[in-house]
C-alpha cells in the first residue's frame, strides 16, 4: 500500500498518473489524502482508495496510514504561518502517525542545499531541511528529493509574458542554476516508491539537464514562443513589501527573501549532475509542451 499526499497538486498529479500505470504490474495498492476527491482524475476512480481531508490532521493520517508501506509526503507551503511551523509543524503529526502505523518507507519534497555554507540562512529551504531531520528521527527509511526551482514557477508568469513580454525574478541575470521540471520530480518519487529495496535516510537530487541562467531562459522562450522575451530583476527589498502587502506572515515572507538570496549566491550549486540525478525533461520541451499553451490561450 502506497499513500499519496497531495495528489492533485503540481507533482502529485503526475506521480498519480505513474504509480496508476505502474502499481497493478508491481502488486501496489494506492491510497490517497485529499481535501476534494472531485478534483481526482477520472482514471483514479474505482482504482484508489480516497481518504478524504487535510493531511494535517491526525485523525486523517491515522485512517490513511493505516496497513500503509510507504508514503510520499508533500507540505504545500502556508503563508500565514512561520517557516518552521509551516513544515515541522504540519509534519509533525505524521512523524508520530508514521511511528504509531509502522510505516516503513517514505519519500518527501525536499530542497537542494544540504552540506552547503548558505543552508542556516536560506530561509524556506532551511526550514524544509530542518523537516527532513525530523522525519530522519521518526526511524523511518527517508528519501529527501532535493529539488532545485522548478519550471512550473514560471507559469505564475503567463500573464506578464503574454501581455509584456517581461518574467520577473530576484536572481543575477546571468546566475544559472539546476531547473528543473516537476514531471521529472514526480518520476523519481515513483521510482523510489515501488522498489523500496532502500534503507536509512538519504537526500536524492533532481535536477534539470542543464543548468539555465534568467538570460537562457528568456533566450529559449523567445525562440519557443515566437515572441520577444526578457527578463527583469527584482530587488529583494521590493519583492519583501510586495509580499507583505498580500497580507502573508512576515516571518515567512522574509523566509522566501531569504531563500532567493541564497539561490542567487549558489544555495544550488553545489551538487554534481550524474545520470542518475538528472531529468529528461528539458527546458525546450517544458515550453513547448506547457508554458506555450498557457501563454498563448
Not at 541575470?173 to 523510489?192: E, H, M, N, S, T
Not at 526578457?230 to 515567512?252: H, K, V
Not at 531563500?259 to 529528461?280: F, Q, S
Request: charged share 25%.
Amino acid at each position: 500500500m502506497i499513500v499519496i499526499t497531495a495528489p492533485t497538486g503540481n507533482i502529485g498529479r503526475h506521480l498519480l498518473t505513474r504509480l496508476l500505470a505502474a502499481a497493478p504490474a508491481a502488486g501496489e495498492e494506492l491510497r490517497v489524502i485529499v481535501r476534494d476527491p472531485a478534483r481526482l482524475p477520472d482514471a483514479a476512480h474505482g482504482r484508489v482508495e480516497v481518504v478524504t481531508g487535510s493531511h494535517a490532521e491526525p485523525d486523517v493520517l491515522d485512517r490513511a496510514f493505516e496497513g500503509a508501506d510507504a508514503v510520499f509526503w508533500l507540505v504545500p507551503p502556508d503563508a500565514s504561518l512561520t517557516p518552521r511551523d509551516a513544515y515541522s509543524g504540519f509534519t509533525r503529526p505524521a512523524v508520530k502517525a508514521f511511528a504509531a502505523h509502522g510505516v516503513g518507507h517514505v519519500v518527501g519534497v525536499s530542497a537542494l542545499g544540504r552540506g552547503t555554507p548558505l543552508v542556516d540562512r536560506a530561509g524556506l529551504v532551511t526550514a524544509t531541511l530542518a523537516m527532513d531531520d525530523l522525519i530522519a528521527e521518526s526511524g523511518v527509511a527517508y528519501r529527501a528529493l532535493a529539488n532545485p526551482s522548478f519550471f512550473e514557477n514560471l507559469l505564475e508568469e503567463a500573464e506578464s509574458i503574454r501581455e509584456q513580454g517581461v518574467f520577473t525574478d530576484a536572481a543575477d541575470a546571468d546566475r544559472k542554476a539546476p531547473l528543473v521540471a516537476v514531471a521529472d520530480i514526480a518520476a523519481a518519487a515513483a521510482d523510489l516508491l515501488l522498489d523500496r529495496s532502500w534503507t536509512g535516510t538519504d537526500s536524492v537530487p533532481v535536477l534539470g539537464p542543464r543548468d539555465l541562467s534568467p538570460n537562457d531562459l528568456a533566450r529559449i522562450m523567445t525562440e519557443q514562443l515566437g515572441r520577444p522575451v526578457r527578463y527583469e530583476r527584482q530587488p529583494l527589498d521590493e519583492l519583501y513589501t510586495t509580499l507583505l502587502g498580500y497580507g502573508l506572515n512576515e516571518a515567512f515572507v522574509q523566509g522566501v527573501v531569504d531563500m532567493k538570496r541564497a539561490k542567487d549566491e549558489g544555495l544550488d550549486a553545489g551538487v554534481t549532475r550524474t545520470p542518475d540525478t538528472t531529468g529528461a525533461t528539458s527546458f525546450e520541451q517544458w515550453c513547448a509542451q506547457t508554458l506555450k499553451p498557457a501563454v498563448l490561450s
